[in-house]
């Protein structure tokens, strides 16, 4: 042991928590949050500890509606999955995770609900997975049609607007399609509104 | 004077700060309002991250050893860059940490601009 940690005396101290807007132009709010400290009777200084930042972060974390950075970790533990993994399983960069989990940054507001579903057990990790794959499934077979009987410069125009149209979920309503993960393969459905027939759309339903 | 820190020093205190397990980590109430009035889009826990990858750099990093502290230990302080997620640009903040005689607890004293 140390001489300098065996004298300091366990107190509790109110610390202030910014909490910054959630809209844009808010203001920055304070609140005061207690937690235990360490006084050092000799020269008056206090000390917090990994045990008051946890309750701090929480108390910020819970007025901006989403985890703190030890819950990220938890949930990233209890998944048993390294950073690399649940990176992958969220469609994030791997360094964006990591300055979730440790802090550095607070996470984004609309990954949060999702995380909150998986830390709630509101959903799990193989449905996620499921629709992970799914997605990938959807953008490999649609580069597989638009490579094979498309002109290779509009397929290269088209295909870079159905990925990103597929990233917001939008292509399989736009293109009319629907994915069966578990034979792994793309069926045509019929379009959920109506839509104008074009050249491009009746070629990827002969495809499929 | 300025001096390498040495590796084993800086390995030891990263490491600590990395795990952040209770009771190895003590933060003056001072650099953890210095923290907080930085950005206010960052956690508390952010600082441990922050303070363990600027001793995770590679290559030489240079800082000043104290030996007037009044607890014991092996001190330095050393200055890096940072960018707080609000912000445009890069900052030097300067800190001063302590590795206790055990190796198992660090002191953070300061962390200003």
Known sequence: MNAFTDRLVPIEVEEPVDIPPTTPGGQVRTILVKVPAMKDPKDGEIYLGADATAILDKAKARHLGVLAPQELAELRKRLDLTQKEIAEVLQIGEKTWSCWENGREIVSRSLNLLLLSLYEGKINLPWLRAKLGENKQLVSAMWMVLRIRMIPTVASVTAHSIVAESASGNFSRMAGFTVAPTRGCVTPAPPRFPMRPNANYEEMLRCA | ?113
């Open chain 2, 1 to 113: 004077m300025r001096t390498a820190i040495p590796g084993q020093w800086r390995k030891a205190v990263s490491a600590i700060l990395h795990a952040a397990q209770r009771g190895t980590i003590l933060v003056r109430q001072r650099p953890r309002n210095d923290w907080r009035n930085l950005d206010s889009q960052h956690f508390d826990a952010g600082l441990y991250a922050v303070l363990a990858d600027a001793l995770d750099v590679s290559g030489v990093l240079h800082g000043k050893k104290h030996t007037d502290m009044d607890e014991e230990g092996e001190c330095y302080s050393f200055t890096f860059r940072y960018r707080p997620p609000s912000a445009k640009g890069e900052l030097d903040l300067y800190t001063k940490i302590n590795l206790m005689p055990d190796g198992q607890v660090v002191i953070v004293y300061s962390v200003h601009t």
